[in-house]
C-alpha cells in the first residue's frame, strides 16, 4: 500500500464542476444569444420559456444533490483514509432506519419533479387554439419545405428553408417527412418534434418577441444531417400579412436580357425537373417538379442551400457549380453548368423578390 | 475453514499453470479462465479500436468546417464507435469478467457448458472480426447504432453498410445470448454446497440479473434485426413506411432492447464495485439484501422506460407522462446503492489503492450521469436535450464515468487473480489521473454544447454559433484519454509478465476466487469448498479473530498488500499447484475443436449474405451459404457424440 491517502482526498472534479456552474447561471442574457445564437437559454416564445423554466429547476435540484454527494464522498475519503495504526474497522452490515431514508428523501425529490413535469407534458401538448396559424412543414433530405393555405384554404403558397411566422399569434406546425426521419428544432421557439413519414406531428408555441432565428434538423437523416438548416422569421405588426401577400404572387416577370435568358436556363433546362415556378395565381400551382425546394420567391430568402449560405450572387455561383460538394450527397446533382450559364441563372433567382 | 486453509501462503505464479501450451490449446480450450483471458484480451484492442474510431470523430471536430474526413465516413465513425465500444469493447470485457471470475467466486470447477463458452467467445470472435473488416474497409454501418428506419431500407441505402450491421450484430448478438443461458444455469445450479442464494458474492449476483436481462433483451433485438434483415434483402416492408410499414415499431423494438442494454452494461459494474469498496474500506457491504432487491428492481424497471428515448417521437402525453414517471422511478434505488457504497466507506479504513480510486470515481461519475438522466426523465425539457450534445455527456457520464472506470476498478482489482502478479500501481495513478481529467475535459462541454444548440451525429458546423472551444476542449481531452489508456495497455502488458508476484490474496478480500492460488491451477478448487457466509475469508477463518477482515494490517508501510503475508517477498515452491487435474483425479471436459468450427460455420452462413452486395451488385452466393449450414449441421452432430463430455 504506498498510495498516501491525503493526495486522494482531493477530488479533481469538484472545482471544475463548480466553475461549469458559474459560468452556466452566469452566461445568460443579451450577449449570451450574441455569443450562442443557437442556445436553448433565450426563449422567445411560451413553449420555449416553460421547458426553460423546467430545465432550471430541475438543474437547481441535480445541483444541490449532485454537491451533497460530492461533499460527503470527500469528507469521507478524507476522514476515513487508512493511516498506520488504525483499528480495523467496525463491521457494519446496514441500517435499515438509513437505508429507508435514503429511498424516501429521493423520492421526495423526484416527487417534487414529477408533479411540474406532468404538468407541462399535457401544458404543451393542448389542442391548438382556433386562430392558430397552420403551417404544414416537410422535411427532405436535406431541406425543409413550409406550406400556409391562402384565400380561405383555397390556394397554397409554399416555400423552403424559412418559416415565417407572427409575434403574438399562435402557431401550429403540422409536420411529415418526405423520405426519412428528421426533426424540427428551432431552439429559441421550444423543443424538437420527429418529422416522421406517414405520422403529422405537431409543435405548437406563440412566438414572443421578433427576430430571426436559427434552427436545424436535429434527428440524423443521412449524409448531409449537419447541413439541414432552417431560419424561422417572426415578423411584428402586420409583417406576417405582407410577407405571406408577397409569397402568394406569382413569380415576378423578367426586366432584361440577362434575366430572360436565365429564365429560358431554369424552366426549360434541368432545372425545371425537379423545382417549380409558379407563374399563375397561388391556385395554379401545377407544378413541372416537386423534388426540390419551390422556388418562386427564392430571391427574398435569406439563406441558400437549407440555411447553411447566405443568399447572395457569390455563394448561389458556388452552389450551382457543383452542388454535392457545398453539401455532401444532395440530390441535385452537378449539372455541369458554363460560368456564364451560372451568372444568368444566379441573375433571374435573384429576382425573384 | 478446512477448505480455505490454503489462503495462508502466496503462491508464486507457476511457469505454467495448464497442462497444455501453445496457440492450439487456446483454440481449442474449454476451461473458463482461458476463455475468460481471451475475452479479456480482445476486448481490451477492440476498446482501442473504438478509441481509435472516437478519435477520427472528435479530430474531425476539432475546428469548425474541417475537413478531416468525409461525411460519410464520419458517419461510419460514430456508428461504428457505438457498436464498437457497445458490442465488441464493453459486453465482451464484462463477460472476461463472468467468465473468469463467477465459477471461482461460486467455488464452481467450470460453467455449466464448457464447450457452449467456448462456442460463444469464438461466434464473438468472427462477429468482431466481420465489424472490423467493414470499419477497415470503409463500408462500415453508417446510420447510427440506434439505425432509425427508414434511412436503413435499402432504397435509402444500397451499400453493405446496412447489411454488416444486420448480421455483425446478428452473430455477435448470439454469442451473448449463448453466453447468457450459459451464466444463468450456471449461477443457478453449480454453487458450491452452502452457497444460498442470498450468500452468493454481490458480484455474482449482479452478474445473474445482467444475464437475464441479456438473454431477454437480446431477444428482441434479434426480432428487430431478422425483420430489418427481411426488409432489405427479401423484400418484406416491416419498417418501410414508402410500402405501408411503420418505421416507429423500430423504434420501440430498438430502444426494448436498447434501455435494457444500458442496465446490461451496468449492472456488472455494480457488481465489481460493490466488490471493491468493501475490500478496501475493510467493511462489508453496506445493506447487502437492499443492494441485490435495488438491482433486481432496477433490471426489470429498466423494461418499462424504453419510450423515454423517444419523446420527440409524439407519443401523446399520456404516454409521455408514464414514460417520465416510470424513468424517475429508476432513480430511486440508483440512488439506494450510490448511498449504500457510501455507506459502506463510512466508518472504513479506505486504502486507496488504483482499483479503489477508480470505483470512487465511478459513484462520482455516475452520480453525474444519474443527475443528467433524471433530467432527461422530464420529458418537457427533453424536448430541448434530446439528439443534441447534452445526450452525447451524458451517456459518456454513464458508459465512460460509469462502465469503463467501473471496469478498470475491476481489471486493477482481478488483475493478480489472473495472472498472479499486481499491476503497478505508479503507472495506475498517472493512469487514474489522467482518465479524471481526460474524460472531464472530453465529455463535460458537451453539457453546454448541447444546450448552447449543438445537435449529435453532425459531421460538421460553422464557426459563428459559439461552439469552438468547448469542441477544441473535447477534442483535447479525447487525446488525453487516448494517451493514458497508452499507460493502462502498457502496464496490463508489462505487469502480467513482470509485475510484483501477487500471492492468493493480495487485497485481504473475502471471497472465494481469493483462497486459492493465483493465477488458480486449471481445476480450481482442490475441493469444493464448503460455504457457511457471504464472506468466508472473513468470517470463516479459524485462525482469525471472528468478524475481523482476514489478514492483519501490516504497520508497515512499505508492505504491497493488506493480506496476511507480506507480498513479493517470498516465492514457494509450490509443489501442490504443479499438480495436473489428472493426478488429483478431478475430472475435467476435454478441450474441443468444435466450438470454434460451428462458429466459423455460422460465419460463413452470416457472410455469404454480405458478400452478395459487396460492390451494390447482387452476387449470388448460394454455395457459401449451403457450406456455410452443412458446416453448421455436422459441427453440431459431431459436438453431440464427442467423447469425454
Redesign the interface.
Known sequence: ???R?KS?GY???KP??GL?LL??LAGCGEDHLQ???????APASDFAR???W??KY??VL??L??LF??G??GY??WR???????P????????AR??LL??FI??LI?AA??VP??R??????REAPANALIVEVRGYQWWWEFRYAVNGGRDTVVTANEVHVAVGTPVQLRMTSG???H?F?V?QM?????V????V??INFTPEEPGVY?G????????????MKMRLVAHEGDGFQRWLQNESEPAPAPRDSAVMLGKQLVTKGACAGCHTLRYGAAKDSATLGRTGPNLTHFGRRRTLAAG?LENNAENLSKWLKNPPEVK??ALMPNLNLKDEEIRYIVAYLQTLQ | MASTATVAAPHAPAAAPHTETGVWSWITTVDHKRIGILYFFSSIFYFLVGGIEALFIRTQLIVPENNFISADLYNQMFTQHALTMIFLALMPLTAAFFNYIVPLQIGARDVAFPRLNALSYWVYFFGGLMLLFAAVTKMAPNVGWFAYAPITERQYNPGPNVDFYVLGLQIVGLSSILAGINFIVTILNMRAPGMRLMRMPIFTWMVLITQVLIVTAMAVFTIAITQLMFDRMFGTTFFDPARGGDPLVWQHLFWMFGHPEVYILIIPIFGMISEVIPTFSRKPLFGYNVMVFASVLIGWLGWGVWSHHMFAVGLGPIADAFFALSTMLIAIPTGIKIFNWIGTMWGGSIRFTTSMLFAVAFIAMFTLGGISGVMHSVAPSDLQQTDTYFVVAHIHYVFFGGTVLGLFAGIYFWFPKLFGRLMDEKLGKIHWVGTMVGMNLAFFPMHYLGMYGQPRRTFTYPGDLGWNWMNLMSTLGAYLLALVTGVFVWNVIRSARKGAIAGDNPWGAATLEWSIPSPPPVYNFREIPIVHSRMPLWEEDASKEPGIPHGKVAEDVNAITVGGTQVGEMEYPDAESKMSAHDLGIHLPPPSYWPIILAFGILLVFGSLIFRNLDGALHNLWYLSVAGVLLVAVSIFKWAFEPGH
Open positions: 500500500m504506498k498510495s491517502a486522494s477530488s479533481p472534479w471544475a464542476f461549469a459560468t452556466l455569443t450562442y445564437p443557437q442556445t436553448t437559454f416553460e421547458l426553460d423546467l430545465f430541475t438543474l441535480g445541483v444533490v449532485g454527494v460530492f460527503l464522498l469521507i475519503m476515513f483514509r487508512y493511516q498506520p495504526g488504525n480495523e474497522p467496525e463491521q457494519v452490515h446496514g441500517n438509513l437505508e435514503w429511498t429521493p423520492a423526484l419533479i414529477a413535469t406532468v407541462s407534458i399535457f401544458n404543451t401538448q423520405d426519412v426521419l426533426s428544432w431552439p421550444g423543443g424538437k418534434r420527429d416522421i413519414p406517414n405520422k406531428n405537431t436559427l436545424q434538423c436535429a434527428e440524423f437523416c443521412g449524409d448531409s444531417h449537419a447541413l447553411i455532401p450527397g
